[in-house]
Structure formats: structure tokens, C-alpha cells
């Protein structure tokens, strides 16, 4: 399975911004994908998690997103969204996607080790 992130750019502090991700591979490759985040990470610091879904639909976010960004998913287009609003200098970053398998991990989902394939990214700045 490939990742695909689009959707970044550069924009205010305050403003709004759309990832997309989308999953592509041989036929079947992604059926039973169930868990999928979205991960940032900025010049000179380790990847960290900002938003996921689990097994059975919930959301998990991040502090320092929770309120701001929004994650969701659109199955029949194989598509995950990142929605973020309120920008802040402090979310620039380089913003992956991920998926894999899973029941019901909760807030382990936003832990990177729990991925091992990841998209090209998409880079996301934010001026003050």
C-alpha cells in the first residue's frame, strides 16, 4: 500500500488548511485497514502523533490540536482529512499519514512505532 499526502502549503497564523491522504495499492491491499493518523514532524524534532482513528471510529487527538484540527475519512475514496483551523506557528511541520490493522488501541494510535509505512509527506507552514 502506498500513502499520498496532499493539501499543504503556506499560510497566516489563524488560518485554515486541508490534508488529504490517499491509499492506493493492488486490489485488496487495503481491505481491513481500520486505524490511520495523521503525524507531524518538525525541522529537528522526532515525529509525533496529531490525530487518529481507531478501530471502531473513535478520534484521538493530540493536546496541542484538540479543538483545532479535526481527522475524518472517506472509505469509499480510500481518503483520510486532516481539517486544521486556528494555525499556529508551532504546527509547521512536515504532516505524514499512516494506517494499518488494529482493535481498539486508543491513544497508542498517536505512538509512530505503531506504523511502519509511511507517505512522502506534505509540508505545512505556518507565519506569524
Known amino acids: 500500500v502506498q500513502y499520498v499526502e496532499s493539501g499543504g502549503g503556506s499560510v497566516q497564523s489563524g488560518g485554515s488548511m486541508r490534508l488529504s491522504c490517499v491509499a492506493s495499492g493492488p486490489p485488496g491491499a487495503t481491505d481491513g485497514v481500520n486505524c490511520m493518523g495523521w503525524f507531524r514532524r518538525a525541522p529537528g524534532q522526532e515525529r509525533e502523533g496529531v490525530a487518529a482513528?481507531?478501530?471502531?471510529?473513535?478520534?484521538i487527538y493530540a493536546d496541542s490540536v484538540k479543538g483545532r484540527f479535526t481527522i475524518s475519512k472517506d472509505t469509499a475514496k480510500n481518503t483520510l482529512y486532516l481539517q486544521m483551523n486556528n494555525l499556529k506557528p508551532d504546527d509547521t511541520a512536515m504532516y505524514y499519514c499512516?494506517?494499518?490493522?488494529?482493535?481498539?488501541?486508543?491513544?497508542?494510535?498517536?505512538?509512530?512505532?505503531?506504523?511502519?509505512?509511511w507517505g512522502r509527506g506534505t509540508q505545512v507552514s505556518v507565519s506569524s
Open positions: 499512516a494506517a494499518r490493522r488494529c482493535v481498539n488501541l486508543g491513544r497508542a494510535l498517536l505512538s509512530p512505532s505503531r506504523f511502519n509505512k
Open positions: 482513528i481507531d478501530s471502531d471510529g473513535s478520534t
